[in-house]
């Protein structure tokens, strides 16, 4: 089941293996939670109507064969995601460029997120999952789906409300930008805490963790802030055709995005809404759309190295 592709023939045989195990555990899916309807069921109306001990346990039962049975479903589901991910998509990826892999073993792990400097706050919750990664020309790229969450915590009359709040939801991209940096840059939205925090930066420098860079173009100054512990090394990475580079992939994108250059990386974080990579149930593997929503992902990423000139080498590593 999990054999490469090679070949149109093979894979038009594994997609139909594949659509097979989707209908049975779609299947499955559907008479496990009606087992379990039914036992919450019996169980509400035994309770409703104060009805014999009998029955209400016999609700019970039932909905513990319920859980049982979604449980012993688990296998099933884990094998169709993974060769699902790991033919199909893996094929996908590779009529883009031979060197593309997905891993839905790795991902971005929770210390490089908050290395990475692309935001201000520490995550309280992190998950990430699916690396694609890859080279364009000479450079090497990765990126990761993450969901990185804050809390705060409220004093009520009853006690305390925990809420949760999104830092990121979407995707993290990050690739070799052939220069090891001195210090970090950062470039994030200019939305009220940025601009807030970027008189915070000027007036008590003593309070921030870098100084704010003044850049000279309008359209980027209009979208982001950028701060460095760094200035003149600032400069240089933010010329001005990388500010409209910048501005340029800003625009092809929903949400404004944020980057940082720290190491010898660039990451760029995308506010996305979609769950990528995840291998449908209730919808046919041979609709000709089904990768669609995530091979114009990978396009786009893959794009970004063109759109930055990575590929340009006018540093040496040193």
């Given at each position: 089941?999990?054999s490469?592709?090679t070949d149109?023939?093979s894979?038009?045989?594994i997609l139909?293996e594949?659509?097979a195990?989707?209908?049975?555990?779609?299947?499955?899916?559907i008479?496990?939670y009606t087992?379990?309807?039914?036992?919450v069921?019996?169980?509400i109306?035994?309770?409703?109507f104060?009805v014999l001990?009998?029955?209400?346990?016999?609700g019970?039962?039932?909905?513990i064969y319920?859980?049982?049975m979604?449980?012993?479903a688990?296998p099933?589901?884990i094998?169709?995601?993974h060769?699902y991910?790991y033919?199909?998509?893996t094929?996908a990826?590779k009529?883009?460029d031979e060197?593309?892999?997905?891993?839905?073993?790795?991902?971005l792990?929770e210390?490089?997120?908050?290395?990475?400097?692309?935001?201000?706050?520490?995550?309280d919750?992190?998950?990430?999952?699916?690396?694609?990664?890859?080279?364009?020309?000479?450079?090497k790229f990765?990126?990761?789906?993450?969901?990185?969450?804050y809390?705060?915590?409220?004093?009520?009359?009853?006690g305390q409300r925990?809420?949760?709040?999104?830092?990121l939801?979407?995707?993290v991209?990050s690739?070799?930008?052939?220069?090891?940096f001195?210090g970090?840059t950062m470039?994030?939205p200019?939305?009220f805490?940025?601009?807030?925090?970027?008189w915070?930066?000027?007036?008590?420098?003593?309070f921030?963790s870098?100084?704010v860079?003044k850049?000279e173009?309008?359209d980027?100054?209009k979208?982001?802030?950028?701060y460095?512990?760094?200035?003149?090394?600032?400069r240089y990475?933010l010329t001005s055709?990388?500010?409209e580079r910048?501005?340029?992939?800003n625009?092809r994108?929903k949400?404004t995005i944020?980057?940082s250059f720290?190491g010898?990386?660039?990451?760029?974080a995308?506010?996305?809404?979609?769950?990528?990579?995840?291998p449908?149930f209730s919808?046919?593997l041979m609709?000709e759309?089904?990768?669609q929503?995530?091979?114009?992902l990978?396009q786009f990423?893959?794009?970004i190295?063109t759109?930055?000139d990575?590929?340009t080498?006018?540093?040496?590593?040193?």
């Amino acid at each position: 089941m999990t054999s490469s592709i090679t070949d149109d023939a093979s894979r038009r045989q594994i997609l139909t293996e594949l659509e097979a195990l989707r209908k049975e555990i779609y299947g499955l899916k559907i008479k496990n939670y009606t087992i379990l309807g039914i036992g919450v069921l019996i169980f509400i109306l035994g309770i409703v109507f104060d009805v014999l001990i009998p029955v209400i346990l016999s609700g019970i039962a039932i909905v513990i064969y319920g859980f049982v049975m979604i449980s012993k479903a688990g296998p099933r589901e884990i094998q169709y995601r993974h060769s699902y991910k790991y033919a199909l998509v893996t094929h996908a990826l590779k009529t883009i460029d031979e060197s593309l892999q997905i891993d839905s073993t790795q991902a971005l792990s929770e210390q490089t997120f908050i290395s990475s400097r692309l935001f201000s706050k520490t995550p309280d919750r992190y998950h990430s999952e699916d690396q694609v990664y890859g080279v364009a020309g000479k450079t090497k790229f990765s990126f990761s789906e993450v969901h990185a969450e804050y809390k705060t915590v409220t004093q009520t009359k009853n006690g305390q409300r925990v809420d949760w709040h999104d830092i990121l939801k979407g995707i993290v991209f990050s690739a070799d930008f052939n220069k090891n940096f001195n210090g970090t840059t950062m470039v994030r939205p200019k939305d009220f805490s940025a601009v807030f925090g970027a008189w915070i930066s000027t007036a008590l420098p003593i309070f921030s963790s870098g100084e704010v860079v003044k850049l000279e173009n309008p359209d980027f100054d209009k979208n982001f802030v950028t701060y460095s512990d760094d200035q003149v090394e600032a400069r240089y990475i933010l010329t001005s055709s990388m500010m409209e580079r910048i501005c340029e992939l800003n625009n092809r994108s929903k949400e404004t995005i944020s980057l940082s250059f720290t190491g010898n990386l660039v990451f760029i974080a995308f506010p996305l809404s979609g769950n990528y990579f995840e291998p449908p149930f209730s919808k046919s593997l041979m609709d000709e759309a089904l990768l669609q929503k995530d091979i114009e992902l990978v396009q786009f990423m893959y794009a970004i190295i063109t759109e930055l000139d990575l590929n340009t080498r006018i540093w040496g590593k040193n």
